[in-house]
């Protein structure tokens, strides 16, 4: 056992940052205005950009949480994953090519076409505020554990890593994103990827003694519930459609995960992307599910007892600095970082696009799109410093675990968004004055849920959707007010693409 992060170690770990702050600046080699701030000049492979859609959404809450929970308690949250074969087919069948036939700029460009520009800007205040969270939470996730096990002030490291990301990200505009994204995910898969396989070596009896240790505790899903009459309650079936609702709505209405999709017109690179992503994101999720076991077993075997409880979020960061060889650590380390700034970047891009396209452009038509882009530059620069002063607020916070932390989140503010897009794409009738009540009685629903109920965090994105669905179509027939999607010429909806083929 080494213990402590040694000279070595800190020389990679920072090497890596400087060089992913390079690569950022390098890729925009000429600059970026306009629609190619926002959208990229079509240069990027569609393989690259999968995986930056698989960094963005797997971030340090996958590397530490995914390995902590499996660790300290068992695989039941590995139901999540499923909740892609929800969220894969949804996307690609329903919504995509409608998204590619109107050619969006943003994603909430389409809640403008279909009802109007109030629900547009109101979908990207909410999409922003919920950024600002969730970057927060990135950055002061590998920030607590990387000053835990190396005694760096938790301040410092928020402040370098947002840094080098708000720097690039400022600078380069998507494609600068996009390139360093993919960096990021390469690194985060082939760390998880080595760490098994040093524990895989460290345990006597290898993965068969992994198995068999793990089933005889009970570390996998045996004592699981699948499924509750009580949908509101926790069981494997409400983590499963709760999260496959979640990422379902993180792809068709979250700014970050659409603005990739529209970097290219082209459907079928459009369902390569998301098909790759999902293999990506489910092959990687159980790694380190496993690694979490494999870890239980290994200091079990090592001191015959559990280590010492604590945060979840922190064990694989200390077995990275404490059982594996000096500068191998720095590589994993990076790893978190890698994870933190890849949805880092993103967001702030997104946050930009969304503010600079949905609100400022629609408040104050005309500006051109040098002006346009200064003012991202301005927005990513701001927003990038907000999220560094509130993760700092963070790192002082209790939080136990930051990946149900961050679900509640996504299923609230997400499934309210993705609750009125699907009404959008998948109903005619739905009219502007309908949508807008429905997307307002949610709003009242998801909050009461969310704060006044005991229930399930896991429902949230199945309550948000039923209740748009319901609300917005009934406030839709009370309200008069022709729906635009009615008229079939506009190809607002799944319907009209369907009847084109």
Same mark, same amino acid.
């Given at each position: 056992?080494?213990?402590?992060?040694?000279?070595?170690?800190?020389?990679?770990?920072?090497?890596?940052?400087?060089?992913?702050?390079?690569?950022?600046?390098?890729?925009?080699?000429?600059?970026?205005?306009?629609?190619?701030?926002?959208?990229?000049?079509?240069?990027?492979?569609?393989?690259?950009?999968?995986?930056?859609?698989?960094?963005?959404?797997?971030?340090?809450?996958?590397?530490?949480?995914?390995?902590?929970?499996?660790?300290?308690?068992?695989?039941?949250?590995?139901?999540?994953?499923?909740?892609?074969?929800?969220?894969?087919?949804?996307?690609?069948?329903?919504?995509?090519?409608?998204?590619?036939?109107?050619?969006?700029?943003?994603?909430?460009?389409?809640?403008?076409?279909?009802?109007?520009?109030?629900?547009?800007?109101?979908?990207?205040?909410?999409?922003?505020?919920?950024?600002?969270?969730?970057?927060?939470?990135? =950055?002061?996730?590998? /920030?607590?554990?990387? $000053?835990?096990?190396? %005694? &760096? #002030?938790? +301040? *410092?490291?928020?402040? !370098? =890593?947002?840094?080098? /990301?708000?720097?690039? $990200?400022?600078?380069? %505009? &998507? #494609?600068? +994103? *996009?390139?360093?994204? !993919?960096?990021?995910?390469?690194?985060?898969?082939?760390?998880?990827?080595?760490?098994?396989?040093?524990?895989?070596?460290?345990v006597e009896g290898g993965v068969p003694e992994i198995f068999q240790m793990g089933i005889a505790d009970n570390k996998f899903l045996s004592e699981a519930v699948i499924f509750d009459p009580n949908i509101l309650n926790d069981s494997l079936f409400i983590i499963f459609l709760g999260?496959?609702?979640?990422?379902?709505?993180?792809?068709?209405?979250?700014?970050?995960?659409?603005?990739?999709?529209?970097?290219?017109?082209?459907?079928?690179?459009?369902?390569?992307?998301?098909?790759?992503?999902?293999?990506?994101?489910?092959?990687?999720?159980?790694?380190?599910?496993?690694?979490?076991?494999?870890?239980?077993?290994?200091?079990?075997?090592?001191?015959?007892?559990?280590?010492?409880?604590?945060?979840?979020?922190?064990?694989?960061?200390?077995?990275?600095?404490?059982?594996?060889?000096?500068?191998?650590?720095?590589?994993?380390?990076?790893?978190?970082?890698?994870?933190?700034?890849?949805?880092?970047?993103?967001?702030?891009?997104?946050?930009?696009?969304?503010?600079?396209?949905?609100?400022?452009?629609?408040?104050?038509?005309?500006?051109?799109?040098?002006?346009?882009?200064?003012?991202?530059?301005?927005?990513?620069?701001?927003?990038?410093?907000?999220?560094?002063?509130?993760?700092?607020?963070?790192?002082?916070?209790?939080?136990?675990?930051?990946?149900?932390?961050?679900?509640?989140?996504?299923?609230?503010?997400?499934?309210?968004?993705?609750?009125?897009?699907?009404?959008?794409?998948?109903?005619?009738?739905?009219?502007?004055?309908?949508?807008?009540?429905?997307?307002?009685?949610?709003?009242?629903?998801?909050?009461?849920v969310s704060y006044f109920t005991d229930t399930t965090l896991w429902a949230y994105s199945l309550i948000n959707l039923v209740a748009s669905l319901v609300f917005g179509y009934v406030f839709s027939l009370l309200f008069s007010g022709k729906s635009k999607a009615e008229n079939d010429?506009?190809?607002?909806?799944?319907?009209?693409?369907?009847?084109?083929?």
């Open positions: 056992m080494r213990g402590t992060f040694e000279v070595i170690d800190y020389i990679i770990l920072f090497a890596y940052l400087l060089f992913i702050l390079y690569i950022g600046i390098a890729v925009a080699k000429k600059e970026m205005k306009g629609k190619e701030f926002f959208k990229g000049d079509g240069t990027v492979p569609w393989w690259v950009t999968s995986v930056s859609l698989f960094a963005t959404l797997l971030s340090p809450i996958s590397f530490l949480s995914l390995a902590g929970t499996s660790y300290g308690d068992t695989w039941h949250l590995w139901a999540a994953q499923f909740g892609l074969l929800i969220a894969v087919p949804v996307a690609m069948y329903f919504f995509l090519p409608v998204y590619r036939n109107l050619n969006l700029d943003t994603a909430y460009e389409y809640l403008e076409r279909r009802f109007d520009k109030n629900l547009r800007m109101i979908a990207s205040i909410l999409f922003i505020i919920y950024q600002l969270g969730r970057m927060s939470i990135i =950055m002061y996730l590998p /920030a607590i554990a990387l $000053s835990a096990v190396t %005694g &760096i #002030n938790t +301040v *410092l490291i928020i402040l !370098f =890593m947002g840094g080098i /990301a708000t720097i690039y $990200s400022s600078i380069g %505009g &998507i #494609n600068s +994103v *996009l390139w360093t994204d !993919f960096i990021q995910g390469v690194v985060l898969i082939g760390g998880g990827i080595f760490a098994l396989i040093v524990l895989i070596v460290s999260a496959g609702l979640s990422t379902a709505f993180s792809y068709i209405s979250s700014q970050d995960m659409v603005q990739r999709y529209l970097t290219t017109n082209d459907l079928k690179q459009m369902k390569k992307m998301t098909v790759f992503n999902g293999v990506l994101s489910f092959g990687t999720a159980t790694l380190f599910f496993f690694i979490g076991t494999a870890m239980y077993v290994f200091y079990t075997q090592q001191m015959g007892q559990d280590i010492p409880s604590g945060n979840s979020d922190l064990i694989f960061a200390n077995f990275i600095v404490s059982e594996l060889p000096a500068g191998i650590s720095g590589l994993l380390i990076a790893g978190l970082f890698a994870a933190g700034q890849s949805t880092l970047s993103t967001g702030l891009n997104s946050v930009a696009t969304s503010w600079t396209l949905d609100i400022q452009k629609v408040l104050t038509p005309g500006i051109s799109d040098e002006k346009g882009t200064k003012i991202a530059k301005y927005v990513s620069i701001l927003v990038g410093v907000f999220s560094i002063v509130f993760a700092i607020v963070l790192a002082y916070s209790d939080i136990s675990s930051a990946y149900e932390w961050f679900n509640g989140l996504m299923g609230l503010v997400l499934g309210i968004i993705g609750g009125t897009f699907t009404l959008g794409v998948m109903t005619k009738k739905a009219n502007s004055k309908g949508a807008l009540a429905g997307f307002i009685a949610t709003s009242i629903i998801a909050v009461y010429s506009l190809e607002l909806t799944f319907y009209d693409q369907r009847s084109k083929e």
